[in-house]
């Protein structure tokens, strides 16, 4: 019955979206409440859509409404379709637990009743809402909307950080710190490996090729926990650790874009190498590093521990108190500061190369002139051809010996 509440809400929410992008070029579409008598109407015309759950179809239609509102507000992308096996889930109304004890409870579920779960936390006090979701090795998870708790003070007064990601390293710090990502073991990459070439392999539809997707997924998916748990942990520590952090701002979205193709003027129709090959490699190692989550959680812990926050869109060379060099901001925007360190962080105008320090760090040195002490460039002399020894077999094949195939008489 879970899979047909699946079935239902994406059947819902791709018929919602089919008319979204009808009326997207001025083309007449029907509005909120008008989708709710049609999905009543159809209800009442069709009997398998009437054998499901009509607050689970309702609340489709409800999250679609919130997905609009928040296109046309700018803040979200345009709702876009579903597909089965990549977006399992749907949303409970009304929400009714009950817990047994520290671990176990049980959540009502329209037309199939109690259903039990396991606990990882306590449940909110106040339930509105539950959204009930299936990741792709089969597993079923329920969530329940609540705030960010606040993030307990660690000795954050006066600290204050800069935060750059990148590939090789996730998280590098001003202070330091070299912070990295859990990548997939070295024991699971030759498993996976040979399911991969299977998966090439066997027929499509078939029972094999499903168990040899799911062993797949399931890789995926522990590599997938890992990563989170790593997050979750390192922006605790972070917002417990400083009462001010400066994080680079980084447009994921432009920086995982594909090359454009390079057309051939030689040979009209062809096309030259643009390296699409190598920019995937580098797409899936940002993907990876998990840029987007740290910078999100990041900012719901640091907003409801009430420190301060910046984003910072352009940068300039700073080096920290350990001597390595940083990149810190010429312009910030302050999320939930004091009157007295927005005061303190003052953007820098352009053509000025003095840095500035955050509020609680020491005053930095200036960054040195690299230019004046560049050592001097030595060529290297060339290599001359080794002789072979005479009166052997590599005298007589001086070519192969060039080559690496030293032989003896």
Known sequence: MLERHCADARFVWNLAVGQFNWGRSGRPAPGSAERQRQLAEARQAFGWLWDGSSSVQQQALRDFDRAAAGFFNGTHRRPTWRRKHAHEGFCVRDTKVRVHNRKWAEVAVPKLGWVRFRLSRPPPRSLGMARITCDKTGHWHVSFPAPQPEVSDAGRSGRSVGIDRGVATTIATSDGQMLRAPIIRRRERKPLARWQASLARQQKRSRRRSRTKARIARVHQQVADRRRNWVEK???????????????????????????????????????????????????????????????????????????????RRSIPVSNATGAATRHQKTVRVKRSSSAERAAVKPIPTGTQQPRSWPGQSSPRPPPDRGQHRSPRVRSRKREPRTPPPNTQAARNPTAFRRGRRSTA
């Open 234 to 312: 390192t922006t605790t520590r972070l917002s417990a650790n400083y009462e001010a952090i400066a994080v680079e701002a980084l447009y994921v979205r432009n920086m995982v874009r594909r090359p454009k193709p390079k057309p051939d003027p030689e040979n009209p129709g062809q096309f030259l190498p643009n390296g699409a090959a190598a920019k995937s490699g580098l797409n899936r190692s940002i993907h990876a590093n998990c840029c987007g989550l740290i910078a999100c959680r990041l900012t719901h812990k640091m907003s409801a521990s009430a420190p301060s926050f910046w984003w910072c």
